[in-house]
């Protein structure tokens, strides 16, 4: 269940970012070099620009709920994530090198 839900936020937020950068601005941005004004005839008048807001909308919608479903996983399964840092901190450590045999210090020399 986990596995299925990182991997649903990872797409939402791959999605989310393609379709902000796809947005066109003031300058035509990224979606300009993607169809310019080509996109004006297949879209309508106004482009692309009402289907892109609204799929903004809704896939940051589902990035939201995905983000808040992962974090009732973690809640009910009584941890936090520094819990879950220290246990992989302390299993990756490896164990103390046992220590060499202590060798006696050279006997002071006397004038």
């Known amino acids: 269940m986990n596995g299925l839900a990182i991997t649903l936020l ?3 937020g791959v ?3 393609g379709t902000v950068l796809l947005q066109p601005g003031t300058k035509g941005g990224l979606g300009a070099s993607f169809g310019g004004g080509g996109a004006n005839s297949a879209f309508g008048a106004q482009g692309a620009t009402p ?5 903004t909308y809704w ?3 589902g990035f939201l709920a995905t983000t808040l479903f992962i974090e009732v996983l973690i809640i009910r399964e ?3 994530v520094l819990d879950k840092t220290m246990d992989k901190a ?3 450590t490896p164990a103390p090198a046992v220590p060499a045999p202590a060798v006696p210090a050279p006997a002071p ?3």
């Open 78 to 80: 009584n941890r936090s």
């Open 59 to 61: 896939l940051a919608a």
């Open 109 to 111: 020399v006397k004038k």
């Open 10 to 12: 990872v797409l939402f």
């Open 90 to 92: 302390v299993a990756t």
């Open 51 to 55: 289907f892109l807001s609204k799929a």
């Open 15 to 17: 999605l989310l970012i």
